[in-house]
């Protein structure tokens, strides 16, 4: 910005978004003067870097707008999470299905956790079967991101939205 430009020749677009051309940075300072706005550098990576006319505080005003509503756009993935049991019922089964796959098509991760009780252990057959069914019931919206895994009494898998949205 105005006397901090360190460049010997600029590209000057005025205050009225024309171009004027390549000049040398005391000329443009002088220009930018009469029209008692500040010389602001807008693309120092060009040869030779393009400079602006403009009113300073605007400028700064209007780029934190623009990234303000880049944030506001800005989706984040949230990881949802599923607890089952290896004896679950039929209806609480597709209950917790509706559920994955509302999350799943908001765009989020779905964490399933199956945990295992006593004697339940000894039949983790049942659990990784149940798992795989869920994956293949919910392929056409979703891909495994981490395959099941038994860790100490449970077993984890974690699934996300096939399209990102």
Request: hydrophobic share 35%; with cysteine.
């Amino acid at each position: 910005m105005n006397e901090t430009i360190r460049a010997d020749q600029i590209r000057l677009i005025d205050e009225n978004g024309e171009m004027q051309g390549v000049m040398s940075v005391n000329d443009a300072l002088k220009r930018a003067e009469e029209a008692g706005l500040d010389l602001v550098e807008v693309s120092p990576n060009a040869e030779p870097p393009v400079c602006k006319i403009l009113d300073y505080g605007k400028y700064k005003y209007e780029q934190q707008k623009k990234a303000a509503e880049a944030r506001k756009k800005q989706k984040t993935v949230d990881v949802k999470e599923v607890k089952i049991r290896p004896g679950i019922e039929d209806h609480d089964y597709q209950v917790k299905m509706r559920a994955a796959r509302k999350f799943l098509e908001n765009g989020d991760k779905v964490k399933v956790t199956m945990r295992f009780r006593g004697r339940e252990m000894a039949h983790q057959e049942i659990g990784f079967n149940l798992l795989n069914r869920m994956i293949e019931e919910l392929s056409d919206i979703s891909k495994v991101d981490f395959a099941p895994k038994m860790e100490g009494r449970q077993i984890i898998m974690v699934l996300s939205s096939e399209s990102q949205k």
